[in-house]
């Protein structure tokens, strides 16, 4: 009783250090700075503006979108895109005056009727993410346009949160993993920077990470128990999905294989797979019959759209540095500092990534112990990740003489819940040696978490340096932070006292759910 009381413990304190890390991403992040922020915004608006569906190379942004450009900053990445708008460097460096009108000139924009002639590049998106934010946006619509985007930003987080939560507690429970090595999965989870960079802004990627945990575990069920009922709801899920985001289509490749084998080994039955089946194509086949209507791929693939299809993919695989991407996208599956597309410590990162690294071979190396359900999970990540080396083939297609890092680190927090799941079964098979490398790395995620709070992001949003180290700690919390407030407070979308309190929340719950999950671990 005692074990599970603290097992118990842990769990709460990973819950809350997710939420409280999730509304503190959300009020830090300028506005604009989550990944293609504006546009995935501007399909919000344009929902409830005009009540119909975007169409790709046709819907423009709202006015009140574009004339933000002209006062909020942005990254020299972002620029790319929005090259009227300030970046950073001049935004610190402009006198408080000059950021005072411009903020005063962003809170005041509200939505305005007048068409503008900028298109949006994220009409092509499938829809249920922004259905979901629509009423909220037209129900603040007297708001300006800070108080909407942070509004909606907090419920992408919090809801995020709450379905990765659930989602992966799921997943491990039908992969058996043990309760404190379950703890310490999601405490990797939700201590990953880039978990908060994916979800903590106006996008479609809140809904359909949480979901993909969902689908993982819903499938993993289906092995386990093949009849009628476990297959309706994967495809419930599936269906969720891909209405949500397209590369759900890899995953419903993924599902069918599996479904598929199992009928060829005589697991399950026809009759349990074609009702979940019909399911999907109901719910989700009419979004995918207009992409095939309007612009001739089921996905709307911009790609595609240029001329890029299978033959131009593969010849592009041969000119690109696969060592040096696997790398970047590894890394950037960690941390990724917003569009500002900085790093943490390269050292410390692929620390944790060598430790990952070693639970998946140990669970790989006790392969005679994997049951089908895992065999499942671990062939639908392998099928994503070969969906990534695609994707990234057609970037390097469609961009040529471009340097192209990688796709998008974003896309890899689907694999966050049943990657962490199976490393932490794998360790937990391994007794005092597993429990040793899950506490370790329990600790160093941890360490990693606080740290991108007090000597990166803060600092980088408040007009300090890239990253604080040695004596440079010391005299920034104690001289810089106090005259570079002000500074925060007008970059940011909340007040510094919020800013503040958060931290101090985010940090105190951190620490918490770290020692509880050692603990948990330990005993």
Known sequence: MRSTWGTDAARAAVLGLALVNAVL????????????????????????????????????????????????????????????AIPYDAWFALPDAERERRRRGLEQLTPDPRPPVRGNYEAHQPPLAYLLLAPLDRALARFPLTARVLALRLVCAVGAVLLMFWGASWLCRELEVPPPYATAALFGIFSSEM?????????????????????????ARFVRMPHRRSA???????????????????LAIAGAAVAIARLWRKRTQIAAVLPAMLLVLVLAGPWYGR????????????????????????????????????????????????????????????????????????????RREVRPAEWAVFATIVAFMGALAYEACSMVADRPGQA??????????????????????????????????????????????????????????????????????????????????????????????????????????????????MRALRR
């Open 232 to 250: 309706l709801v994967a495809a419930a899920w599936l269906s969720a999905g891909l209405l949500t985001k397209a590369y759900f289509l890899v």
């Open 195 to 219: 978990f908060y960079a994916t979800t903590a802004h106006v996008a479609n990627d809140w809904l359909a990470v949480g979901l993909s945990a969902f689908f993982f575990a819903s499938l």
């Open 25 to 84: 991403f959300s009020m830090l992040l300028p506005l604009w700075e989550g990944f293609d922020e504006p546009f995935h915004y501007g399909y919000v608006e344009e929902l409830w503006q005009t009540k119909e569906l975007p169409v790709f190379r046709r819907t423009v942004l709202p006015f009140d979108v574009v004339a933000s450009f002209q006062l909020a900053p942005v990254s020299s990445v972002a620029r790319r895109a929005i090259p009227e």
């Open 291 to 366: 992409n095939l209507r309007l612009y001739g791929n089921a996905a709307g693939n911009p790609e595609a759209l240029d001329g890029i299809g299978l033959r131009q993919s593969l010849a592009a695989a041969s000119h690109i540095d696969w060592p040096a991407m696997a790398g970047y996208l590894a890394r950037a599956s960690l941390w990724t500092g917003n569009n500002w597309f900085n790093s943490y410590s390269r050292i410390t990162l692929d620390a944790l990534l060598a430790l990952l690294a070693i639970a998946v071979a140990c669970w790989v190396w006790r």
């Open 404 to 517: 192209v890092a990688g796709p998008s680190p974003w896309y890899t927090q689907v694999l966050a819940a049943p990657v962490m799941a199976l490393a932490f079964l794998g360790l937990s098979r391994w007794k005092r040696a597993g429990q040793v490398f899950a506490t370790v790395t329990v600790a160093l995620e941890a360490w990693i978490l606080v740290a991108s709070w007090t000597l990166k992001l803060f600092p980088m949003y408040a007009g300090g340096p890239a990253i604080l180290r040695g004596r440079e700690i010391w005299d920034w919390w104690t001289h810089g932070m106090t005259r570079q407030s002000h500074v925060l407070s007008l970059t940011a979308l909340a007040p510094d006292a919020w800013l503040y309190f958060g931290l101090a929340a985010a940090l105190a719950f951190t620490i918490a759910a770290c020692g509880l999950t």
